[in-house]
């Protein structure tokens, strides 16, 4: 098992390189750069503009740029310069990065919570009228738009009398040092972003733990465990093990996707997550920045991957015995 999560996290290390430069040379392919953006300004003359493009470097050819920028990462750890934050990149994703990954896990949280036990109940009384109600709640969640729910929840709160929506404190507390009354604000405000996103993910995974369930609850061992006399509850418990061993797969890819999901939701909401920074850097041409964050939910897939396989065999002797 050691020798496997070794040869794991050595495979990451080429991956990564492979990542990155795809990801800079499909950035080298979009027009212009951020000095571009700059055209428009009278003020700045065309001198004014090839001495800020020396300035940042972004006269010299991409290959050098990137040998330049990955040689940052690998010996200072330096992610680059953003150039419409005047700030390193590593500052500005460290600012932000806690947030985010608290929204992600919690939200994964909710979805786990609560599509997996609405699978099993699914599984068990398939064909009946409360299958038939959370199977359409499951495609409602799927088919519905995150930041068009998110519009919807807000209109709801707003007709509900609330006057402090969006963000992830009320104006009293931004900036404030934390105290009890902060955190309960925080509950307050930090349930809407995680039930926007988390309501599509909730769908998928209660639809693929009930059909898990139906496909285990009708194999052959299933059968045998009953013809030995086992109490239902005990069958059922062998058969729901390992129905969740697909759903530990999903697991380990369903972190981009909760990270990805939270860009629009995280403009929408006005909540300090990288979402929001991702998306003004892709229109300002801040490729350092967009970079970084390609790179960063790359690294986190293949983290929640490996995270995955060694759950898998932590539960399963099967898969850990080969």
Known sequence: ?????????????????????????????????????LLENPRISGNMIIELRAQ???????????????KGIVTKGD??????????????????????????????????AIGIPLGIFSARHPYSFMDYLLTFLAFLGLSIPEFFLAL??????????????????????????????????????????????????????MRVMRGNTLDTLGSPFVSALRARGLSEKTVRK???????????????????NVFSGTIIVAIVLGVPTMGPFFYEALLSHDDYLIMTFLMFIAFITQ????????????IDPRIRMS
């Open 1 to 37: 098992m050691v020798s496997f999560i070794i040869r794991r996290i050595l495979i990451m290390i080429p991956m990564m390189i492979v990542i990155s430069m795809i990801c800079f040379f499909i950035i080298e392919l979009q027009p212009g750069d951020y000095v571009s953006t």
């Open 303 to 314: 983290i929640g991957n490996l995270l995955a396989d060694f759950i898998l065999a932590f």
């Open 152 to 205: 919807i929840l807000i209109f709801w709160m707003l007709s509900m009398g609330a006057t402090s929506i969006g963000g992830l404190f009320s104006a009293q507390f931004v900036g404030a040092p934390w105290s009890f009354a902060k955190i309960i604000d925080l509950f307050q405000h930090i349930w809407l972003p995680i039930v926007v996103v988390g309501i599509g993910g909730f769908g998928g995974l």
């Open 79 to 112: 992610f680059g310069y953003s150039f419409a934050h005047n700030r390193p990149v590593g500052d500005l994703i460290w600012e932000r990065m806690g947030w985010t990954v608290a929204l992600a896990l919690t939200t994964i949280v909710f979805q786990w």
């Open 56 to 70: 940042l470097g972004l006269d010299k050819p991409g290959v050098v740029r990137y040998w330049l920028w990955v």
């Open 238 to 256: 062998h058969a729901i093990k390992n129905a969740l061993n697909p759903m530990v797969s999903i697991a380990g890819m369903e972190l981009p």
